[in-house]
């Protein structure tokens, strides 16, 4: 791999080199991944105190996401009382000469929030500033305007030597205003000026206006796709997966005679707000679109406590029809007693084995309790993973006895579903190595390379022989998406909202089927909806309108079509493969700007993130785009 993305920057930047003496040099730097960056600062928090050290801010929620986002997921930042902060990185300045260095952070409207940004050389000060004390922004900014504040660019100037060099950012004094650094930017291209999240003309990108004079003979002959057969889940090649109520007071008067999937869902699944017009309106109708689609799987939640004890309603039925189903996790330990749980759990691993799928943890590794440690378990990165999956197991199998108030077994692993929105490439693998048999991955329309998770997750099962899933969560920032007409944050009259938390926000209609599209082809065993089938019918207002599809369920049911008319959709080939150490713990989305949350980014994890830009581009530019839904 090194040899490989070695080659791929020489010959990038000897094709710059041929076209002038001096190609610009460009030093994208993350500061959240710097060294002295510690714990977390949250602004909108308000209660913020000064703790010595920058924290990790983000991500964003309304006020960064509106405005572009931050760069790469993440920033830093300290409170406005913060007097003595520091982080640095060392690096390499590839050539002397003048340069300037460009700093992207948080401009409060008439308020000053100071730091140093210096860059020693030789044991002296090669480049020192201030910036904060005044405006990079205009103060009638719209955005200064609307939230209070506006990222913004701000610049120091000065010569630096070939050679080591190390970057420091310094809080000394307070300010008026929190202190929050997104990017920065190390350039003797005096003629470049950065906007928003964009990256410069890095030199390898040019290398993709390159064309082989043979046209598509350099790529060789063809290959037979590989030996590999996709594993079926519950019966199906692709399902679409959404919770019912699984109480036992929902059960309670449900006529278990002639009860089918399509009545469940029926029943659980419209929306709370219309559900009785709902049921009401299509009470004859009994083929619908999306909930009598037979690809559709229900699932319990573990929040409900669903009680599978011998001759429970829920417990009949599922014997009865055969159905596979699943359990969703999510911040839930259910309330077994001491004779619902041994007799859930045994009949989790006994009669309905064949037709329980597992257990949804969604954004978790597992259940509550079940967290990565925050101090390295072993010398080096590869003996820390081992010994992680190790943990991981015994410790869920206590947490699952507890549960169940009865002894679980290790073994117990295997039902485990984790679908992490971050750090899912870092244990993709590691969670087929433990044993796990299906495993997933969430992704929201502010993370970006879906395509590189899909990658990691398809290699996992075609390595260890298992299966993967897409956790679907139309999110954007801190806006979720459902089309109802009592949202949680209210702006003016009735009427139907795009977001259930914020109006202005939520993703467009083209990146929610866009990810249908995307993990079907890919190969996904299922989707899961985070949220359920809520947000698929609406009932348009103003006004009196008969309830319908959603945007969202418009393009659901064109989707359902497009299953139905390609049962066999095949298997992608992958022509290249990239060989990782199974403790490499690479993942740059992740909450505490470290590998697993105790590894400092080191030199192999940038060489890392480039190649993977070379390998996914235009990943790498178009993560630097305005944080928006299509984006």
């Known amino acids: 791999m090194l040899r490989l993305f070695t080659l791929t920057v020489v010959l990038t930047t000897s094709t710059f080199a041929s076209a002038a003496d001096k190609p610009p040099i460009y030093l994208w730097l993350e500061p959240e991944w710097f060294e002295g960056v510690k714990g977390t600062f949250a602004y909108w928090t308000g209660d913020a105190k000064p703790t010595g050290s920058w924290g990790v801010a983000g991500p964003g929620v309304s006020p960064e996401w509106t405005q572009g986002g931050e760069s790469e997921w993440n920033s830093m930042g300290v409170p406005a009382e913060e007097t003595k902060a520091v982080c640095g990185r060392d690096l390499i300045i590839p050539r002397a000469g003048k340069y300037r260095v460009w700093v992207r952070f948080v401009d409060h409207r008439k308020k000053t929030e100071p730091f140093t940004v210096k860059i020693n050389q030789a044991g002296k000060a090669a480049i020192v500033g201030e910036l904060g004390t005044k405006p ?80 598509t003979k350099w790529r060789g002959k063809g290959v037979p796709p590989p030996n590999f057969t996709r594993q079926k889940i519950g019966g199906r090649d692709f399902s679409m997966w959404t919770d019912i109520d699984g109480s036992s007071k929902a059960w309670e008067k449900l006529p278990l005679d002639g009860l089918s999937k399509r009545d469940l869902f029926f029943r659980f699944s419209p929306p709370a707000d219309i559900r009785e017009k709902f049921q009401k309106q299509f009470a004859t109708g009994k083929d619908l679109p999306i909930i009598s689609w037979p690809g559709l799987t229900p699932g319990l939640y573990l929040g409900s406590t669903p009680d599978l004890s011998p001759g429970t309603p829920l417990r009949i039925w599922l014997e009865k029809t055969k159905t596979p189903f699943y359990i969703m996790t999510n911040y839930a330990s259910g309330a077994y007693t001491d004779k619902t749980g041994p007799a859930t759990f045994q009949a989790l691993t006994g009669p309905l084995a064949e037709q329980f799928l597992g257990y949804i943890h969604g954004e978790a590794l597992g259940t509550n309790g079940l967290a990565l440690p925050d101090k390295p378990l072993g010398k080096d990165r590869r003996e820390h993973v081992d010994l992680l999956g190790k943990q991981l197991v015994v410790k869920q199998a206590e ?211 480039e190649l993977f830009n070379v390998c996914w581009h235009p990943a790498g530019v178009v993560e630097g785009l305005p944080a928006a839904p299509d984006v």
């Open 399 to 609: 947490l699952w006895s507890k549960i169940y108030k009865t002894p679980v077994p290790e073994s117990h692993w295997a039902k485990g579903i984790p679908c992490l929105s971050v750090d899912c490439i870092s244990l993709a693998h590691l969670f087929h190595q433990t044993g796990a048999r299906v495993v997933g991955y969430e992704i929201d329309s502010t993370n970006v390379r879906a395509s590189m998770r899909v990658a990691f997750e398809r290699g996992a099962t075609r390595q260890f022989g298992g299966a993967w899933i897409n956790y679907a969560s139309g999110n954007f920032g801190d806006a979720c998406n459902y089309f109802t007409q009592n949202p949680v944050v209210p702006r003016g009259a009735p009427s139907w909202f795009h977001s259930k938390y914020a109006v202005t926000d939520g993703v467009s209609i083209g990146w929610y089927r866009k990810l249908y599209y995307l993990n079907h082809l890919s190969g996904a065993s299922a989707i899961f909806w985070e949220q359920g089938l809520g947000n698929q019918w609406f009932q348009p207002g103003p006004g009196n309108h008969p309830i319908q599809l959603s945007p969202f369920g418009r393009a659901t049911e064109d989707f359902h079509a497009f299953v139905d008319r390609l049962p066999d959709r095949g298997e992608p080939l992958c022509p290249i493969g990239l060989l990782l150490s199974s403790g490499h713990a690479y993942e740059r989305v992740n909450y505490s700007c470290k590998m697993l949350h105790v590894f400092a980014e080191n030199d192999a994890d940038r060489e890392l993130r």
């Open 136 to 215: 990079v922004v205009p103060e009638n900014d719209e955005y200064k305007l609307y939230w209070g504040f506006s990222f913004g660019w701000g610049v120091v100037d000065g010569t630096l030597a070939a050679g080591p060099a190390r970057l420091e950012l310094v809080i000394d004094k307070p300010g008026e205003g929190w202190r929050q650094v997104d990017a920065i930017l190390i350039t003797d291209d005096e003629k470049f000026t950065p906007n928003g999240r964009e990256k410069p003309p890095f030199a390898y990108l040019a290398s993709f206006n390159l064309h082989p004079k043979d046209g």
